[in-house]
């Protein structure tokens, strides 16, 4: 059973057959080459997936693409201005909370939703963002301190 | 010693890619014509294979091939050839690949896969040492006499013994007949998983024309190629393999084992290249898992707190193969005695086979598993003896002179514990300790630790450096940059070597067997001593090169030469110069003619004189030492009984800082893991064998809601003798001592030994329940 959904995916649009049981993380690494969105375990419980559909932190593994359709889907891709990082990025960069990277892509994603979201969310609602994924390598003590310093930097 | 670039927060120019998503890790490779394989994984843990039926399979859609072990006739391993590349007739444990589709896609081979059927005559499974060694235990592997291995190591036929090693240090008896005091405990140091976020897996490519070409997730791309050209019969140097970025590694992805099971299945269809990469539940159960170490011990003191005897009996679960684990329990074995000096040991340790999957390293390497129960007696000791336990460990602490388990003498610089531990105390006890409220109760423990490296005496770092003509540097190492930073670490070490701007060197991004240097595998906490050393030694060779086609263009010796940087100049006459640049691919007169070396040079390092062990267990085998102390403040909330780990701190003796934040990051990394398996991580297997929890929803991986509320991370800069600038290895050391300081906390507040891990809130539910509390 296959359909046609029509979205956007980092501003450009985008026209697919897609499989009922077809999810997003296959869509943007597999069809549209977008391997930023990371795999780590299948069942949402990782949130290296993570990606923005309509604004929104959603995990990519489970969402079935099929009802994607109308929705702008905003990937880590999508982030930077030509060599511009976008600030989440500059500020997790600078705070040592990036080692391996393997998680950054789906944290980078659900910091960007948190701030624009919520531009002054506080420490316990970015813990909250936070707690959705995981990460091997920092011990967190960096990322929360990046994402603080991202914060700060996007208020200007 | 004033630094330029040491000890300064350069940041690593390899996280713009990270934070972009534009680094290519292995899942992201896709190659012409590729194929995706997946595994069937059996339904016993130990049986008997007495048919598969293949055939639906292999006429399902988009069906390639179907494989299974039949006709494998060799065995692989580096120590003990002990491992297969799919099972053959019989299975041994829960994630061994039984069989294998090749498809078009993932989706149609995973499909294919359920269409199999074989029929399995179940054994009895053995899920633990003790088990497995009982009397009448079966055999898990009755052909274990025959397996190739290195002297040293021997598999007991007709047992589930792998191998045994026992070090002896003086005369244990006569120890203990001196002590006035004796204590003895068992603990245990369950099963666990990497996990890193990046699942394991291999791209493998036989070529037509009999070359093989591979991609893994691993950080040792030379032992893959050296294996896979045994096994098939190649010259070594036709055999490529590259290491594309890794998302994280802490262990499991060290020794060659997935990539076997991979070329096996893509040896079937030559001239297409086959990608598997792990589901989460293969990532758990079919890759390398961790510890499974119990440890007894029995430690026997003088009046005076003076530690006299020591014996420690281990026993490994090591799984259904040994090769991966074998060296985990020797080095638990011999640095069981932690931060101490026993005039008498006997140290003794089991690899021991078992229906679960093959132990391989894991960040801290057989230390965490056996100092946890040295860092527990100490404080059981101290109890009995009514003394300080601050006092009894400083009175036993390794130092100069010190001779450790393995008969070596420590100098002062291999480093200095009594100051770490000093230290620690120090900032723990900068705040007190809040008292028993209605909710909570509090406590502070202790736990000091030490790691030596564990790696072949052979084992070496390479370095390829070149000057390019503009003179900047290009830099070729084989380091697994697995997210610890290496090349930054290199590129900082080469940068004050050369007195160039860090901006001005660039390091290699993939490791590739055809370009790489020679390294044996990226293990141990090794790169910065010996990678390091090797970047070291290529800086001064290079330098040696400028100086030497200086010398013939100025007409000078070479000795009256100096370098900054930009300039290899005359000593006395700073005048007469030449720019680095006009150096670099040999000095070219005006008329053409062009004299001296192309400045590249290579460079290797490895551990001066590490040997094998002899016949009593003893050898040159620890030397770069790393000491530290850690400690925290918890609070253990009464309802729940859950543990928050409000303070932690941990001191490490490394030498030197070569960056700060990345190596704050390191200890930050290392707690974090070994708070995971200290209050939550377990990977449980039943009786059978079978998993219980392969999946992150089910193993309690920690996340940010878990990290100490506040983290002290202190260094102390004793340099040492090996590395470069000093510097010592950091990056297994910060889990090695976390479960003791915790449980040593938890005995503070609560008063109840623990000898197990993970610490869960039932389990301290239960004991505060016995307590009547």
């Given at each position: 059973m296959s359909e046609t959904v029509t979205f956007k995916v980092n501003g450009q649009d985008c026209a697919l057959e897609v499989e009922k049981s077809e999810k997003l993380i296959d869509v943007l690494r597999l069809r549209l080459g977008l391997t930023g969105t990371k795999r780590g375990c299948d069942d949402a419980s990782c949130g290296a997936c993570t990606v923005l559909v309509n604004g929104e932190a959603r995990k990519s593994c489970v969402s079935p693409a099929s009802r994607l359709g109308g929705a702008e889907v905003l990937t880590v891709e999508g982030l930077a201005r030509g060599k511009r990082l976008h600030p989440v990025q500059e500020a997790l960069m600078e705070s040592g909370a990036v080692q391996c990277g393997y998680c950054t892509p789906g944290i980078v994603m659900e910091l960007c939703a948190l701030f624009a979201a919520d531009p002054d969310a506080g420490r316990e609602a970015i813990l909250g963002a936070l707690e959705k994924h995981l990460c091997r390598c920092t011990g967190y003590e960096a990322i929360l301190e990046g994402a603080l310093a991202a914060q700060k930097r996007l208020r200007g | 010693m004033a630094f330029q670039y040491i000890g300064k927060n350069i940041i690593r120019p390899d996280l713009v890619g990270k934070v972009t998503g534009k680094v290519r890790f292995l899942d992201d490779i896709r190659l012409p014509g590729m194929l995706?394989?997946?595994?069937?994984?059996?339904?016993?843990?130990?049986?008997?294979?007495?048919?598969?039926?293949?055939?639906?399979?292999?006429?399902?859609?988009?069906?390639?091939?179907?494989?299974?072990g039949?006709?494998?006739?060799?065995?692989?391993?580096?120590?003990i050839r002990d491992l297969v590349p799919m099972a053959v007739d019989r299975v041994t444990y829960i994630g061994q690949p039984v069989a294998a589709v090749v498809a078009r896609s993932a989706r149609e081979a995973r499909e294919a896969v359920a269409a199999i059927r074989v029929e399995y005559e179940p054994l009895p499974a053995l899920v633990d040492a003790r088990d497995a060694l009982a009397e009448g235990a079966v055999p898990i592997h009755p052909d274990s006499g025959e397996f190739w291995h290195l002297p040293g190591i021997e598999p007991v036929a007709g047992t589930n013994i792998a191998n045994r090693y026992t070090l002896r240090k003086g005369d244990v008896e006569r120890g203990f007949a001196e002590s006035a005091v004796v204590v003895e405990g068992e603990f245990n140091y369950p099963f666990g998983s990497s996990a890193a976020i990046e699942p394991h897996g291999a791209i493998v490519w036989f070529h037509e024309d009999d070359t093989v070409e591979a991609w893994s997730s691993s950080i040792c791309p030379f032992i893959i190629r050296e294996e896979l050209a045994r096994v098939y019969g190649l010259p070594v140097g036709d055999v490529r393999v590259h290491i594309p970025e890794l998302g994280g590694c802490f262990g499991y992805k060290s020794d060659i084992t997935v990539e076997q099971t991979v070329a096996w299945v893509a040896s079937f269809v030559p001239g297409r290249p086959v990608k598997w990469i792990a589901s989460r539940q293969e990532d758990f159960l079919s890759t390398l898992i961790g510890h499974g170490i119990r440890t007894r011990i029995k430690l026997g003191a003088a009046r005076d707190g003076s530690f006299l005897a020591l014996r420690t009996e281990i026993l490994h679960s090591t799984g259904a193969s040994a090769d991966t684990g074998v060296h985990?329990?020797?080095?638990?074995?011999?640095?069981?005695?932690?931060?101490?000096?026993?005039?008498?040991?006997l140290l003794d340790g089991y690899s021991v086979y078992t229906n679960t999957p093959p132990v391989g390293a894991y960040r801290g390497y057989g230390h965490q598993e056996t100092q946890l129960a040295m860092e527990r007696m100490v404080e059981i000791l101290a109890r009995k003896l009514e003394m300080d336990p601050r006092k009894l460990r400083e009175k036993n602490y390794l130092r100069a002179g010190s001779v450790h388990s393995l008969g070596e003498r420590l100098y002062a610089s291999n480093g200095n514990v009594a100051e770490c531990a000093r230290l620690t105390l120090e900032a723990l006890e900068s705040a007190p300790l809040p008292p028993e409220d209605d909710r909570y109760l509090y406590g502070?423990?202790?736990?000091?630790?030490?790691?030596?490296?564990?790696?072949?005496?052979?084992?070496?770092?390479?370095?390829y450096l070149k000057f390019n003509v503009d003179g900047s540097v290009c830099i070729n190492m084989g380091g697994a940059e697995v997210g610890q930073g290496l090349r930054n670490t290199a590129r900082l070490i080469a940068a004050e070597c050369l007195k160039i701007d860090p901006s001005r060197i660039r390091l290699y991004t993939e490791i590739d067997t055809q370009f790489s240097p020679w390294e044996w595998q990226t293990i141990g906490s090794m790169f910065t001593v010996q990678g390091g050393k090797a970047v070291q030694r290529a800086c001064?060779?290079?330098?040696?090169?400028?100086?030497?086609?200086?010398?013939?263009?100025?007409?000078?010796?070479?000795?009256?030469?100096?370098?900054?940087?930009?300039?290899?100049f005359v000593k006395n006459d700073p005048a007469r110069r030449l720019t680095v640049a006009s150096l670099a691919r040999g000095y070219t007169y005006p008329d053409g003619k062009t004299v001296g070396e192309v400045v590249h040079t290579t460079s290797d390092a490895?551990?001066?004189?590490?040997?094998?062990?002899?016949?009593?267990?003893?050898?040159?085998?620890?030397?770069?030492?790393t000491f530290g102390a850690q400690g925290c403040d918890i609070r253990i909330e009464k309802a729940t009984g859950g543990i928050e780990v409000l303070h932690f701190v941990s001191t490490f003796d490394v030498g030197r800082v070569i960056n700060p934040v990345q190596i704050r990051g390191q200890v930050a990394g290392g707690v974090m893991m070994g708070i995971g398996a200290t209050l939550c991580e377990e990977l449980k297997f039943d009786r059978d064998g079978r998993a219980l929890n392969p999946h992150f929803r089910s193993y309690r991986f920690p996340t940010i809601k878990d990290a100490p509320l506040k983290q002290t991370i202190r260094f102390v800069e004793t340099p040492g003798e090996i590395g470069p600038f000093g510097a010592r290895g950091i990056g297994e050391h910060p889990v090695i001592g976390v479960a003791p300081a915790i449980l040593n906390a938890v005995y503070a507040a609560v008063g109840v030994d623990f000898y197990e891990i993970p610490l869960t809130p039932d389990k301290i539910k239960a004991a505060l329940a016995g307590m009547g509390g």
């Open positions: - | 995706y394989a997946e595994f069937l994984r059996p339904e016993h843990a130990h049986a008997r294979i007495l048919s598969i039926d293949v055939s639906a399979a292999e006429a399902a859609p988009g069906v390639v091939k179907v494989v299974t039949k006709g494998c006739e060799f065995r692989y391993g580096d120590n985990v329990l020797i080095a638990a074995t011999h640095n069981s005695t932690g931060t101490y000096e026993f005039p008498h040991c502070r423990g202790f736990a000091a630790l030490m790691k030596t490296p564990k790696g072949a005496p052979f084992s070496s770092k390479s370095c001064e060779r290079a330098i040696a090169k400028l100086k030497e086609t200086a010398a013939v263009v100025l007409r000078v010796e070479t000795d009256r030469l100096d370098y900054d940087g930009e300039h290899v490895r551990l001066p004189g590490q040997t094998n062990p002899d016949e009593n267990g003893q050898g040159t085998m620890g030397m770069s030492y």
